[in-house]
Every structure is written in C-alpha cells, then in structure tokens.
C-alpha cells in the first residue's frame, strides 16, 4: 500500500501542492496554502477488494428529453445571466468580494422566485433572521412568501431542505457551514468542500436548485469560492468598484447558458436596481472631448456594451515608470505598448501610463486592443478623438489588425446610442451606412497616420 502523505491545498485556487510553500504557485496568492489531513484509514484509502458494485443503466446520446423548463425571476438581469432563468436541480455558485451586495441580490431573487409561486428558503449562516428580515423590509420584500431560517449544521439543513421539498434553496454563505462528519474548522477547505458537495449531491437528487454564496477571500484562513467552482454547474462572481454603485454579476462558467454573460446592477438606497441600458449608463459620466478617452464597442457574453477607455500618458520621474490598469488586463498593456513602439516607432518610455475602463467595468475582449492604442495615443499626443466615434479591433504583434466578432451588434448598439463613425480592422464584414460612416484600417500604422497626423 502507497504511503499516504497529507497534501496541500491552497485557499485561494484550489490548486494542490506537495509541500508547503509561502507563495501558490498557481495563483500567486501569498500565505494561502494549508495543510489538509490525509485520507487515512478511512473507506477511502482501501482498495475496493471484490465488494461489487450496482450495474449503472446505461442510455444513448440520442435519447429524447425535453430541455429543463426554466423558471424566471422577473429580475431580467438575473435571469438573464443564468441563460433564461433558474433551471431545476442546479447548482449555482455566487462569488464576490465581501459588502459587494451578494446577499442583497440574492435576497431581491429570492422574493422574486416567490412571489413567481417558486418554493424559495433563505438559509443565512452570517446574519440573524431579524437582521435580514430588515434587510427585507427596507426592500419592500417583506411580504414576499420566502422560508427564513439562521442555521449553520449542515446535517439540520439537509434535514429541513428534504422535508421542506423547496425549489429553491439559498445559502449565505458556504463558508459559514459546518459539516460534523469533517473534522476541521468552519470555512477550511475541507469543510467548505464537503459542505458543497453535500449540496450539490442534495439538488441532483431531489430537484432543488440551489444557490451557494461564497465570499472571495484575501488571506488563507477561510477557502475561497474557487475551491467549489467545479461541483457546481454555474459560477457567477458579483463584481464592481466599492466607491461605484454600478454593480456586474458575471456569469464565468454556465453548464445551461452562454457563459461570459453579464447583468448590470446599481446599488441604491432601496437595493439593487436593474440596468437595462448599461452602455448609456457607462457612457453617461463622459464629459466634453477629452483627450485619453475612447470608446469601445465591446460584445459582453450575447450583449453589445460601449465602455469608456481612458488612458493618461505622462512624463515620470522614475526611473522604471508606472504602468497602472483598472479594468484590463495588464499583460494587454505592455504588449500594445511594444506594438506601438516597434511597429509605429512611438516611444513610451520615460512615461508614466494610466489606463481605466470608466465606471468599474472590466474588459477581457481581445476587440478592445485598438481602443487601448486609440485612448493610450490620444493622451501622447495630446489630441482628442472625434466624440462620434467608437473603435474596435484586435492588434497582433505584426502590428496588423485583425477582424472582431459580431461587427453588425457593436456597430448597431453605437447607432442606437447617437455615434456616427467607427474605426475598425480592415477585413471586417459589415458595411457602414448613412447613420454609421466605417473608417477600415489595415494595420496600426495607418491607424495613427489616419487619426493622428498632426501629431
Ligand atoms: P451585502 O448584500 O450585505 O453584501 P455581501 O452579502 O456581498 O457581503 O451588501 C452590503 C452593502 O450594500 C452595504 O455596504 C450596504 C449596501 N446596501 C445599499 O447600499 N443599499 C441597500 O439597499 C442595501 C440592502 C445594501
Ligand atoms: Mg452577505
């Protein structure tokens, strides 16, 4: 019989190391590795010896079953990040960072799914019922017919989830759990696992669908929602800047929808308030021409979104200078930096670089590459861009620029919101109209030469 070794798991990502160490390597996080005790003695580590098991009934590929009928909330934007609406017997994960409102959305769902005539119970672990029934009140969801209970034993609560036959069970937060058959503190790794499996398990085989909170930690003494996010069939991470009211709920992973889709909140005194327009509502704090900023015509999930790129570019007295980025992706920085100044031969270095997506949104999209060089130039130069136009379009390391997906969707949503002209690469599809001039370029080179000639 193999030696069995006790193995170390980090907090943070979940990533299993043999030997203790400061730093994950897998996600950098510091002090977030913890020892987790050895599956000893227990049935596990036998080996399975000539005890059969059941015979699985195997079905084909081809056998018919309807899609799962879906329930909606009513919050269009909820809904719609889960691909529709609650599909039954799911598992859904909620990440975020603590104080971001996950409680508070969740809350607004709950009562939604009730008044729906959904079967819905809200097992908070953190707060006392009074505190949320407050919490309620002041949303005017009081009168809403959720099940409220404060518990933490996760045996009493599988008990009353199977007695109570719910459609939806909501739990704030996985953290908080505590398993008696794992012997390790609450909010450990092995605890918080063990709890979502349970979990997880209960809604497959009883139909529930149920919704785990779990905060995004910073040091290592409680896991992270990472360490769960492959059980379950939807990961959602409630995102947003603590100072903005603009709050995003994300969908990352999604078994019943397209992921990368996205629902736009704003906190307010009377709870979070749908969005509906959230391209108007990034755009909404732009002043006059300025230059450093440029606008993006990004597709978020099945949505065309317009953000705000603002960059400022200024002389440093350091000797290596700040390459600071709120929203992007700082990689993204430094390789169009090296583009523009190997392919375009314009320095930035001796220059402090700011770079911000406005109103607390993030960009992944590879499309907002020439909004970057557009806002990153602009401020170099000191030039305004037209307040017309939007720009997209991927740079490669060549220097040439490469066609975006759904061109037709970006450049519609530009329409809609009173923009006249658009910059993108040259082998786009679409074709630009009367409401909608198409200025298409080749490479970056031309880009510049076009945009900023004077400079
Ligand atoms: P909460 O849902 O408790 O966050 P989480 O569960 O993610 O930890 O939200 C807490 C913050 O939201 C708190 O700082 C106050 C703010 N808030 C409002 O601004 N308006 C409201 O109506 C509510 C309920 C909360
Ligand atoms: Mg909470």
């Known amino acids: ?13 979940g990533a299993v190391h043999k030997k203790w160490a400061g730093r994950c390597d897998a996600c950098g996080a510091w002090n977030a590795i913890v020892e987790e005790a050895p599956l000893s003695a227990g049935p596990a580590s036998k080996s399975l010896g000539t005890a059969r098991g059941r015979r699985i009934a195997l079905s084909t590929l081809a056998t018919e079953e309807a899609p799962p009928p879906r ?4 919050l269009a934007e909820f809904d719609r990040v889960l691909g529709g609406g609650l599909v039954p017997a799911s598992a859904i994960l909620v990440g975020g960072d603590p104080g971001i ?41 009081a009168d809403a017919p959720v099940g409220l209970a404060t518990e933490t034993n996760l045996r009493d609560i599988l008990t009353t ?28 790794v092995a605890q918080v696992r063990a709890a979502a499996h349970e979990l997880v398990t209960f ?73 509906a327009n959230p391209s108007a509502l990034f755009l909404s704090e732009r002043g006059q021409a300025s230059p450093g900023s440029a606008v993006f015509a990004g597709i978020e999930g099945t949505r065309p979104v317009l953000t705000e790129i603002q960059a400022l570019v200024a002389p440093s007295s350091l000797g290596t200078p700040r ?16 583009v523009l100044e190997a392919r375009c031969g314009i320095p930035f270095a001796g220059m402090d670089v700011f770079l911000n997506v406005a109103g607390g949104m993030k960009v992944s999209e590879p499309a907002a590459d020439l909004a970057v060089a557009a806002a ?71 880009f510049v030469g076009d945009l900023f000639a004077a400079g």
Request: hydrophobic share 45%.
């Open 203 to 275: 809604a497959k085989r009883r139909g529930t669908a149920v919704i785990l909170v779990g905060h995004v930690t910073k040091d290592g003494q409680i896991a992270g929602p990472r360490v769960v996010e492959h059980m379950v069939d939807c990961v959602l991470y409630f995102e947003g800047e603590r100072g903005h009211q603009f709050r995003i709920l994300r969908a990352v992973k999604n078994r019943f929808g397209p992921a990368d889709e996205i629902g736009v909140f704003e906190m307010t005194g009377a709870g979070l308030a749908e969005v």
């Open 323 to 338: 390459r600071t980025v709120v929203g992007l992706d700082a990689g993204r920085l430094s390789t169009i930096l090296a």
């Open 71 to 74: 329930a909606a909330s009513g």
């Open 376 to 446: 990153l130039l602009s401020s170099r130069e000191d030039v305004a861009l037209p307040p017309d136009m939007v720009v997209f379009g991927e740079i490669s390391l060549s220097g040439a620029l490469r066609p975006v997906s759904q061109t037709e969707n970006r450049l519609k949503e530009a329409r809609k919101l009173g923009f006249s002209q658009a910059v993108a690469p040259d082998r786009t599809k679409a074709e630009g109209d009367q409401g909608m001039k198409l200025r298409k370029m080749p490479d970056l080179v031309t």
């Open 161 to 188: 989830l199977d007695a109570e036959r719910a459609d939806l069970a909501i739990i704030d937060s996985v953290q908080t759990l505590w398993a008696d058959m794992v012997e390790a503190a609450p909010g450990s």
């Open 1 to 13: 019989m193999s030696k069995i070794t006790a193995s170390f798991t980090c907090t943070a990502c």
């Open 101 to 141: 409102g996950k409680s508070t959305l969740l809350l607004q769902a709950a009562a939604s799914f009730a008044r729906k005539g959904l079967k819905c119970l809200y097992i908070s672990g953190e707060e006392a019922s009074a505190q949320v029934r407050m919490r309620a009140t002041r949303l005017g969801l």
